[in-house]
């Protein structure tokens, strides 16, 4: 008796926290993954698996900590899947990528985008971060990914590599080719829009 007692109590415990944190939840995790497909499997997941755990919840953090917890894993999860079995190598008759990137993977001054030299703040444009949404999901997933860890979450290249159980060579050649085809996507998605308008 006391044990379908505690499966009630857990079962309205959970109910309130997804009637309370469900929102917020969903719209990190969109904007970790852009895919709301996605994103709303992983936050239903992180409720069945706070339900399945809910005994090992000590109360010694807030339930919106330990939910995040658990979502902050189940999306480690999703990236990790994304590189299952990904190798990307470079062909002979393409252009090494080091003709476009520095020692630190920073655009070298004779290939970067001229036109993005002279915007400032563009993180705080509307209709750019929408191009550069639009341009993120046209990414394979395993670059997209990429992009996100690196640049989204800032964590570090070695990190990464452990937690996807890649080579670092296979990681900044994904990063490096996303970069290069994501500049593209913006050159015509935006700059040369705001160029022509």
Known sequence: MSN????SHAN???????????????????????????AEDL?????????????QFKKESSPKTWLYAI?????ADFHRANFKKVEIKINDNEAGLDYFFDKSDHWKNETSP???RSEEHLLDNTDFNNALKFC???????WHSALQLKYMEERDGKIICQELNITAT???????RAKLQLRACLEINWFKKQLCG
């Not at 379908?4 to 499966?7: G, N, P, Q, R, V």
């Not at 936050?43 to 755990?53: I, K, R, S, Y």
């Open 170 to 176: 296979n990681f900044w050649q994904i990063l490096h």
């Open 12 to 38: 309205a415990q959970i109910t309130s926290w997804v009637n309370e944190y469900s929102d917020e939840l969903l719209r990190y995790t969109i904007f970790k993954v852009s895919d709301r497909v996605v």
């Open 136 to 142: 993120m999901n046209k990414l394979p997933a395993q």
């Open 71 to 75: 979502l902050k894993n189940k999306i």
């Open 43 to 55: 936050v239903q997941n992180t409720f069945l698996a706070a339900f399945t755990a809910f005994s």
């Open 114 to 116: 001229i036109a993005w």
């Open 4 to 7: 379908l007692h505690s499966m």
